[in-house]
């Protein structure tokens, strides 16, 4: 039972360089998001999808692209990564429910910028 | 003010105690409401929906007030294994949908 799964898990960059994080998810959700969490902090919004199709900027937008490449698939880019992007990334998706909307995170990466 | 606040902690208690958790919301229109659990270095796992009767699982026991716009946790007989941070989750419509996490409230359980 997979959930969401996103890669790399842990990724050392130099300064300038760009990556791209993957992450996809097989619980035919609607909703995916990219957060990120700096050490003793709480979770922050970078980007996110509610459909297939659409991204909208959260929080912390800056310095980040998102591509929703399908229902399954988000990706997280950083075209020129600086030491203030060091951090830990998690990718979720969601279903609003009966419940509410409840959100199921991926495992994390961990990037270092040096 | 914070959309979500939460007591930061850390709060220490030695195993069997009973410990409570409290978390504040701003926005009255605020919809749905849920605890997580994260580990150390680990991702926010989902532990309860917190429903407007209250609800129990457990030794967990999550409480709604809407007229005060808080949400509470109560652990009781605290076990090693629940040493954590655990963050409060509102659902909320605010131009358009919401979900806010609060920073989270870390728990040390001692032998």
């Known amino acids: 039972n997979a959930g969401v799964t996103q890669t790399p898990k842990f990724q050392v960059l130099k300064t300038g360089q760009s990556m791209t994080l993957q992450c996809a998810q097989d619980?035919?959700?609607?909703?995916m998001y990219w957060y990120r969490q700096d050490p003793g902090m709480g979770l922050r919004l970078i980007y996110y999808?509610?459909?297939?199709?659409?991204?909208d900027k959260g929080e912390v937008p800056n310095g980040y692209n998102v591509s929703r490449l399908n229902k399954r698939e988000f990706s997280l880019r950083l075209e020129s990564a600086a030491p203030s992007q060091t951090s830990v990334y998690f990718c979720?998706?969601?279903?609003?429910?009966?419940?509410?909307?409840?959100?199921?995170f991926g495992e994390g990466s961990w990037l270092t910028v040096v | 003010r914070k959309e979500v606040e939460q007591d930061p902690g850390p709060f220490n208690v030695p195993e069997g105690a009973t410990v409570a958790f409290n978390c504040t919301y701003s926005?009255?229109?605020?919809?749905?409401f849920f605890w997580y659990r994260q580990d150390c270095r680990k991702e926010p796992k989902l532990l309860m929906s917190?429903?407007?009767s209250g609800n129990e699982d457990g030794r967990f026991t999550a409480q709604l007030n809407r007229a005060s716009q808080y949400i509470s946790l109560l652990i009781r007989d605290s076990k090693l294994s629940d040493s954590a941070t655990y963050l409060c989750?509102?659902?909320?419509?605010?131009?358009?949908?919401?979900?806010?996490f609060g920073a989270g409230t870390r728990l040390f359980v001692k032998a």
């Open positions: 989750v509102v659902n909320m419509i605010t131009g358009g949908f919401k979900t806010i």
């Open positions: 979720a998706s969601s279903e609003y429910g009966t419940t509410g909307n409840t959100i199921y």
């Open positions: 999808s509610a459909s297939e199709g659409t991204t």
């Open positions: 926005n009255s229109a605020s919809q749905s």
């Open positions: 619980m035919n959700h609607n909703s």
């Open positions: 917190v429903y407007s």
